[in-house]
Nanobody
Framework: QVQLVESGGGLVQPGGSLRLSCAAS????????MGWYRQPPGKQRELVAT???????NYADAVKGRFTISRDNAKNTVYLQMNSLEPEDTAVYYC??????????????WGQGIQVTVSS
């Protein structure tokens, strides 16, 4: 069984910064792509950023230049550094991993979600 645990969310003023972390634990043979998604109030879940095992990254246009995704393969952890936060960044943030629990199969796992609120 694999679990993803997120941390680092909270309330921040506009222009502030937060760093989200998501650590995977359990039966892990290998991790591939990792990513962050978010669901603003009353809206659908949307992509924020992804990072491949090769460290190639992809960002949504709305966060380019403000957010940075990174990973630590030894710790099975993905990070999201969020700078210059705006009220429009308010959402529940979810991490997403592609994990091989063994050498034969891979699955997609989601974190439980963590609230980020940007407000004065």
């Amino acid at each position: 069984q694999v679990q993803l645990v997120e941390s680092g969310g909270g309330l921040v003023q506009p222009g502030g910064s937060l760093r989200l972390s998501c650590a995977a634990s359990g039966s892990i043979f290998r991790t591939d792509a990792m990513g962050w998604y978010r669901q603003p109030p009353g809206k659908q879940r949307e992509l924020v950023a992804t990072i491949a095992r090769s460290d190639i990254t992809n960002y949504a246009d709305a966060v380019k230049g403000r957010f940075t995704i990174s990973r630590d393969n030894a710790k099975n952890t993905v990070y999201l550094q969020m700078n210059s936060l705006e009220p429009e960044d308010t959402a529940v943030y979810y991490c997403n991993f592609i994990i091989w629990p063994n050498s034969s199969i891979f699955r997609t796992y989601w974190g439980q979600g963590i609230q980020v609120t940007v407000s004065s």
